[in-house]
């Protein structure tokens, strides 16, 4: 409302003009008391709103600054780790696996593939894999059974290609620290078969050295067959969620490792 020079707008002869303010009278003067106190009272009360807005946001930024400087990553993967078993879905959930980091080509694995067995031959050597060779924990599996280009998929990890697998199982548990115990495996299908079993162990130090242990779980895998009687799939489920399981890889755990089983 403050100006240099003040005008004011008069009707003569029904026309509109303009006359300059005397400068000695106060600024805005020509406005009724009532008209300039309401103004007033809106300009305040626009720049307490403002001001607020302004408080609000530097909070904001401060809050957000603050929480970036203050926690550290390891800080934020313990509050991730903490919060995420709240918000776990049920147990026995469907595979809902995210592809694993990078493992090399897709390349061929072992000697010649074992093609035209009949699913009850595929069966037995599985059994043989998981009872003996323990292979979830050891990565010792019989390979000319499994096609090159199969895929692998749990509720934490997805991968495609036999050599990946391998790989990746390598990083993962400690033989000497861990145990695969095969409940059972039938033939359910002409392509089908189902194994139920189970598995704790603790992880390898190298790649987890907090001392992680993984307690025993219940599992299911399905092993479905190609046209060339290989395995081209295999899909576990676990009795616990991919949370917990996340919760367990990164939990420390004091003291010597005890036998899981």
Not at 39 to 60: E, F, I, L
Not at 165 to 182: E, H, M, N, R
Request: with cysteine.
């Amino acid at each position: 409302h403050q100006c240099s020079m003040q005008m004011q707008r008069h009707r003569w002869g029904g026309h509109l003009g303009v006359q300059p303010i005397n400068p000695t009278q106060p600024a805005c003067s020509h406005i009724p008391r009532r008209r300039r106190a309401h103004a007033w009272q809106q300009d305040n009360t626009c720049m307490a709103v403002k001001g607020a807005d302004v408080h609000s946001h530097s909070q904001r930024q401060l809050t957000h600054t603050q929480l970036t400087h203050t926690l550290s990553r390891r800080d934020l993967l313990l509050i991730g780790t903490t919060v995420a078993p709240l918000l776990a879905p049920p147990s026995w959930i469907s595979s809902q696996a995210f592809p694993l980091a990078p493992l090399g080509n897709v390349v061929h694995v072992g000697g010649d593939k074992r093609t035209g067995l009949t699913v009850d031959q595929v069966k037995d050597i599985l059994a043989e894999d998981l009872k003996t060779r323990m292979y979830f924990v050891t990565g010792n599996l019989t390979e000319e059974v499994f096609a090159d280009d199969c895929s692998f998929e749990d509720p934490t990890n997805s991968v495609v290609g036999l050599a990946r697998y391998l790989k990746a199982l390598t990083i993962l548990f400690d033989p000497a620290d861990s145990k695969v115990l095969l409940d059972d495996i039938n033939v359910t299908g002409p392509r089908t078969i189902e194994a139920d079993w189970q598995l704790g162990g603790w992880l390898r130090a190298s790649a987890f050295p907090w001392n992680a242990r993984i307690k025993p779980i219940s599992g299911h895998t399905v092993y479905t067959l190609n046209d060339e009687g290989l395995v081209i799939r295999q899909l576990q489920t676990w009795s616990i969620s991919p949370w917990t399981a996340l919760l367990q890889t990164f939990t420390p755990v004091p003291g010597p490792r005890d036998p899981v089983f």
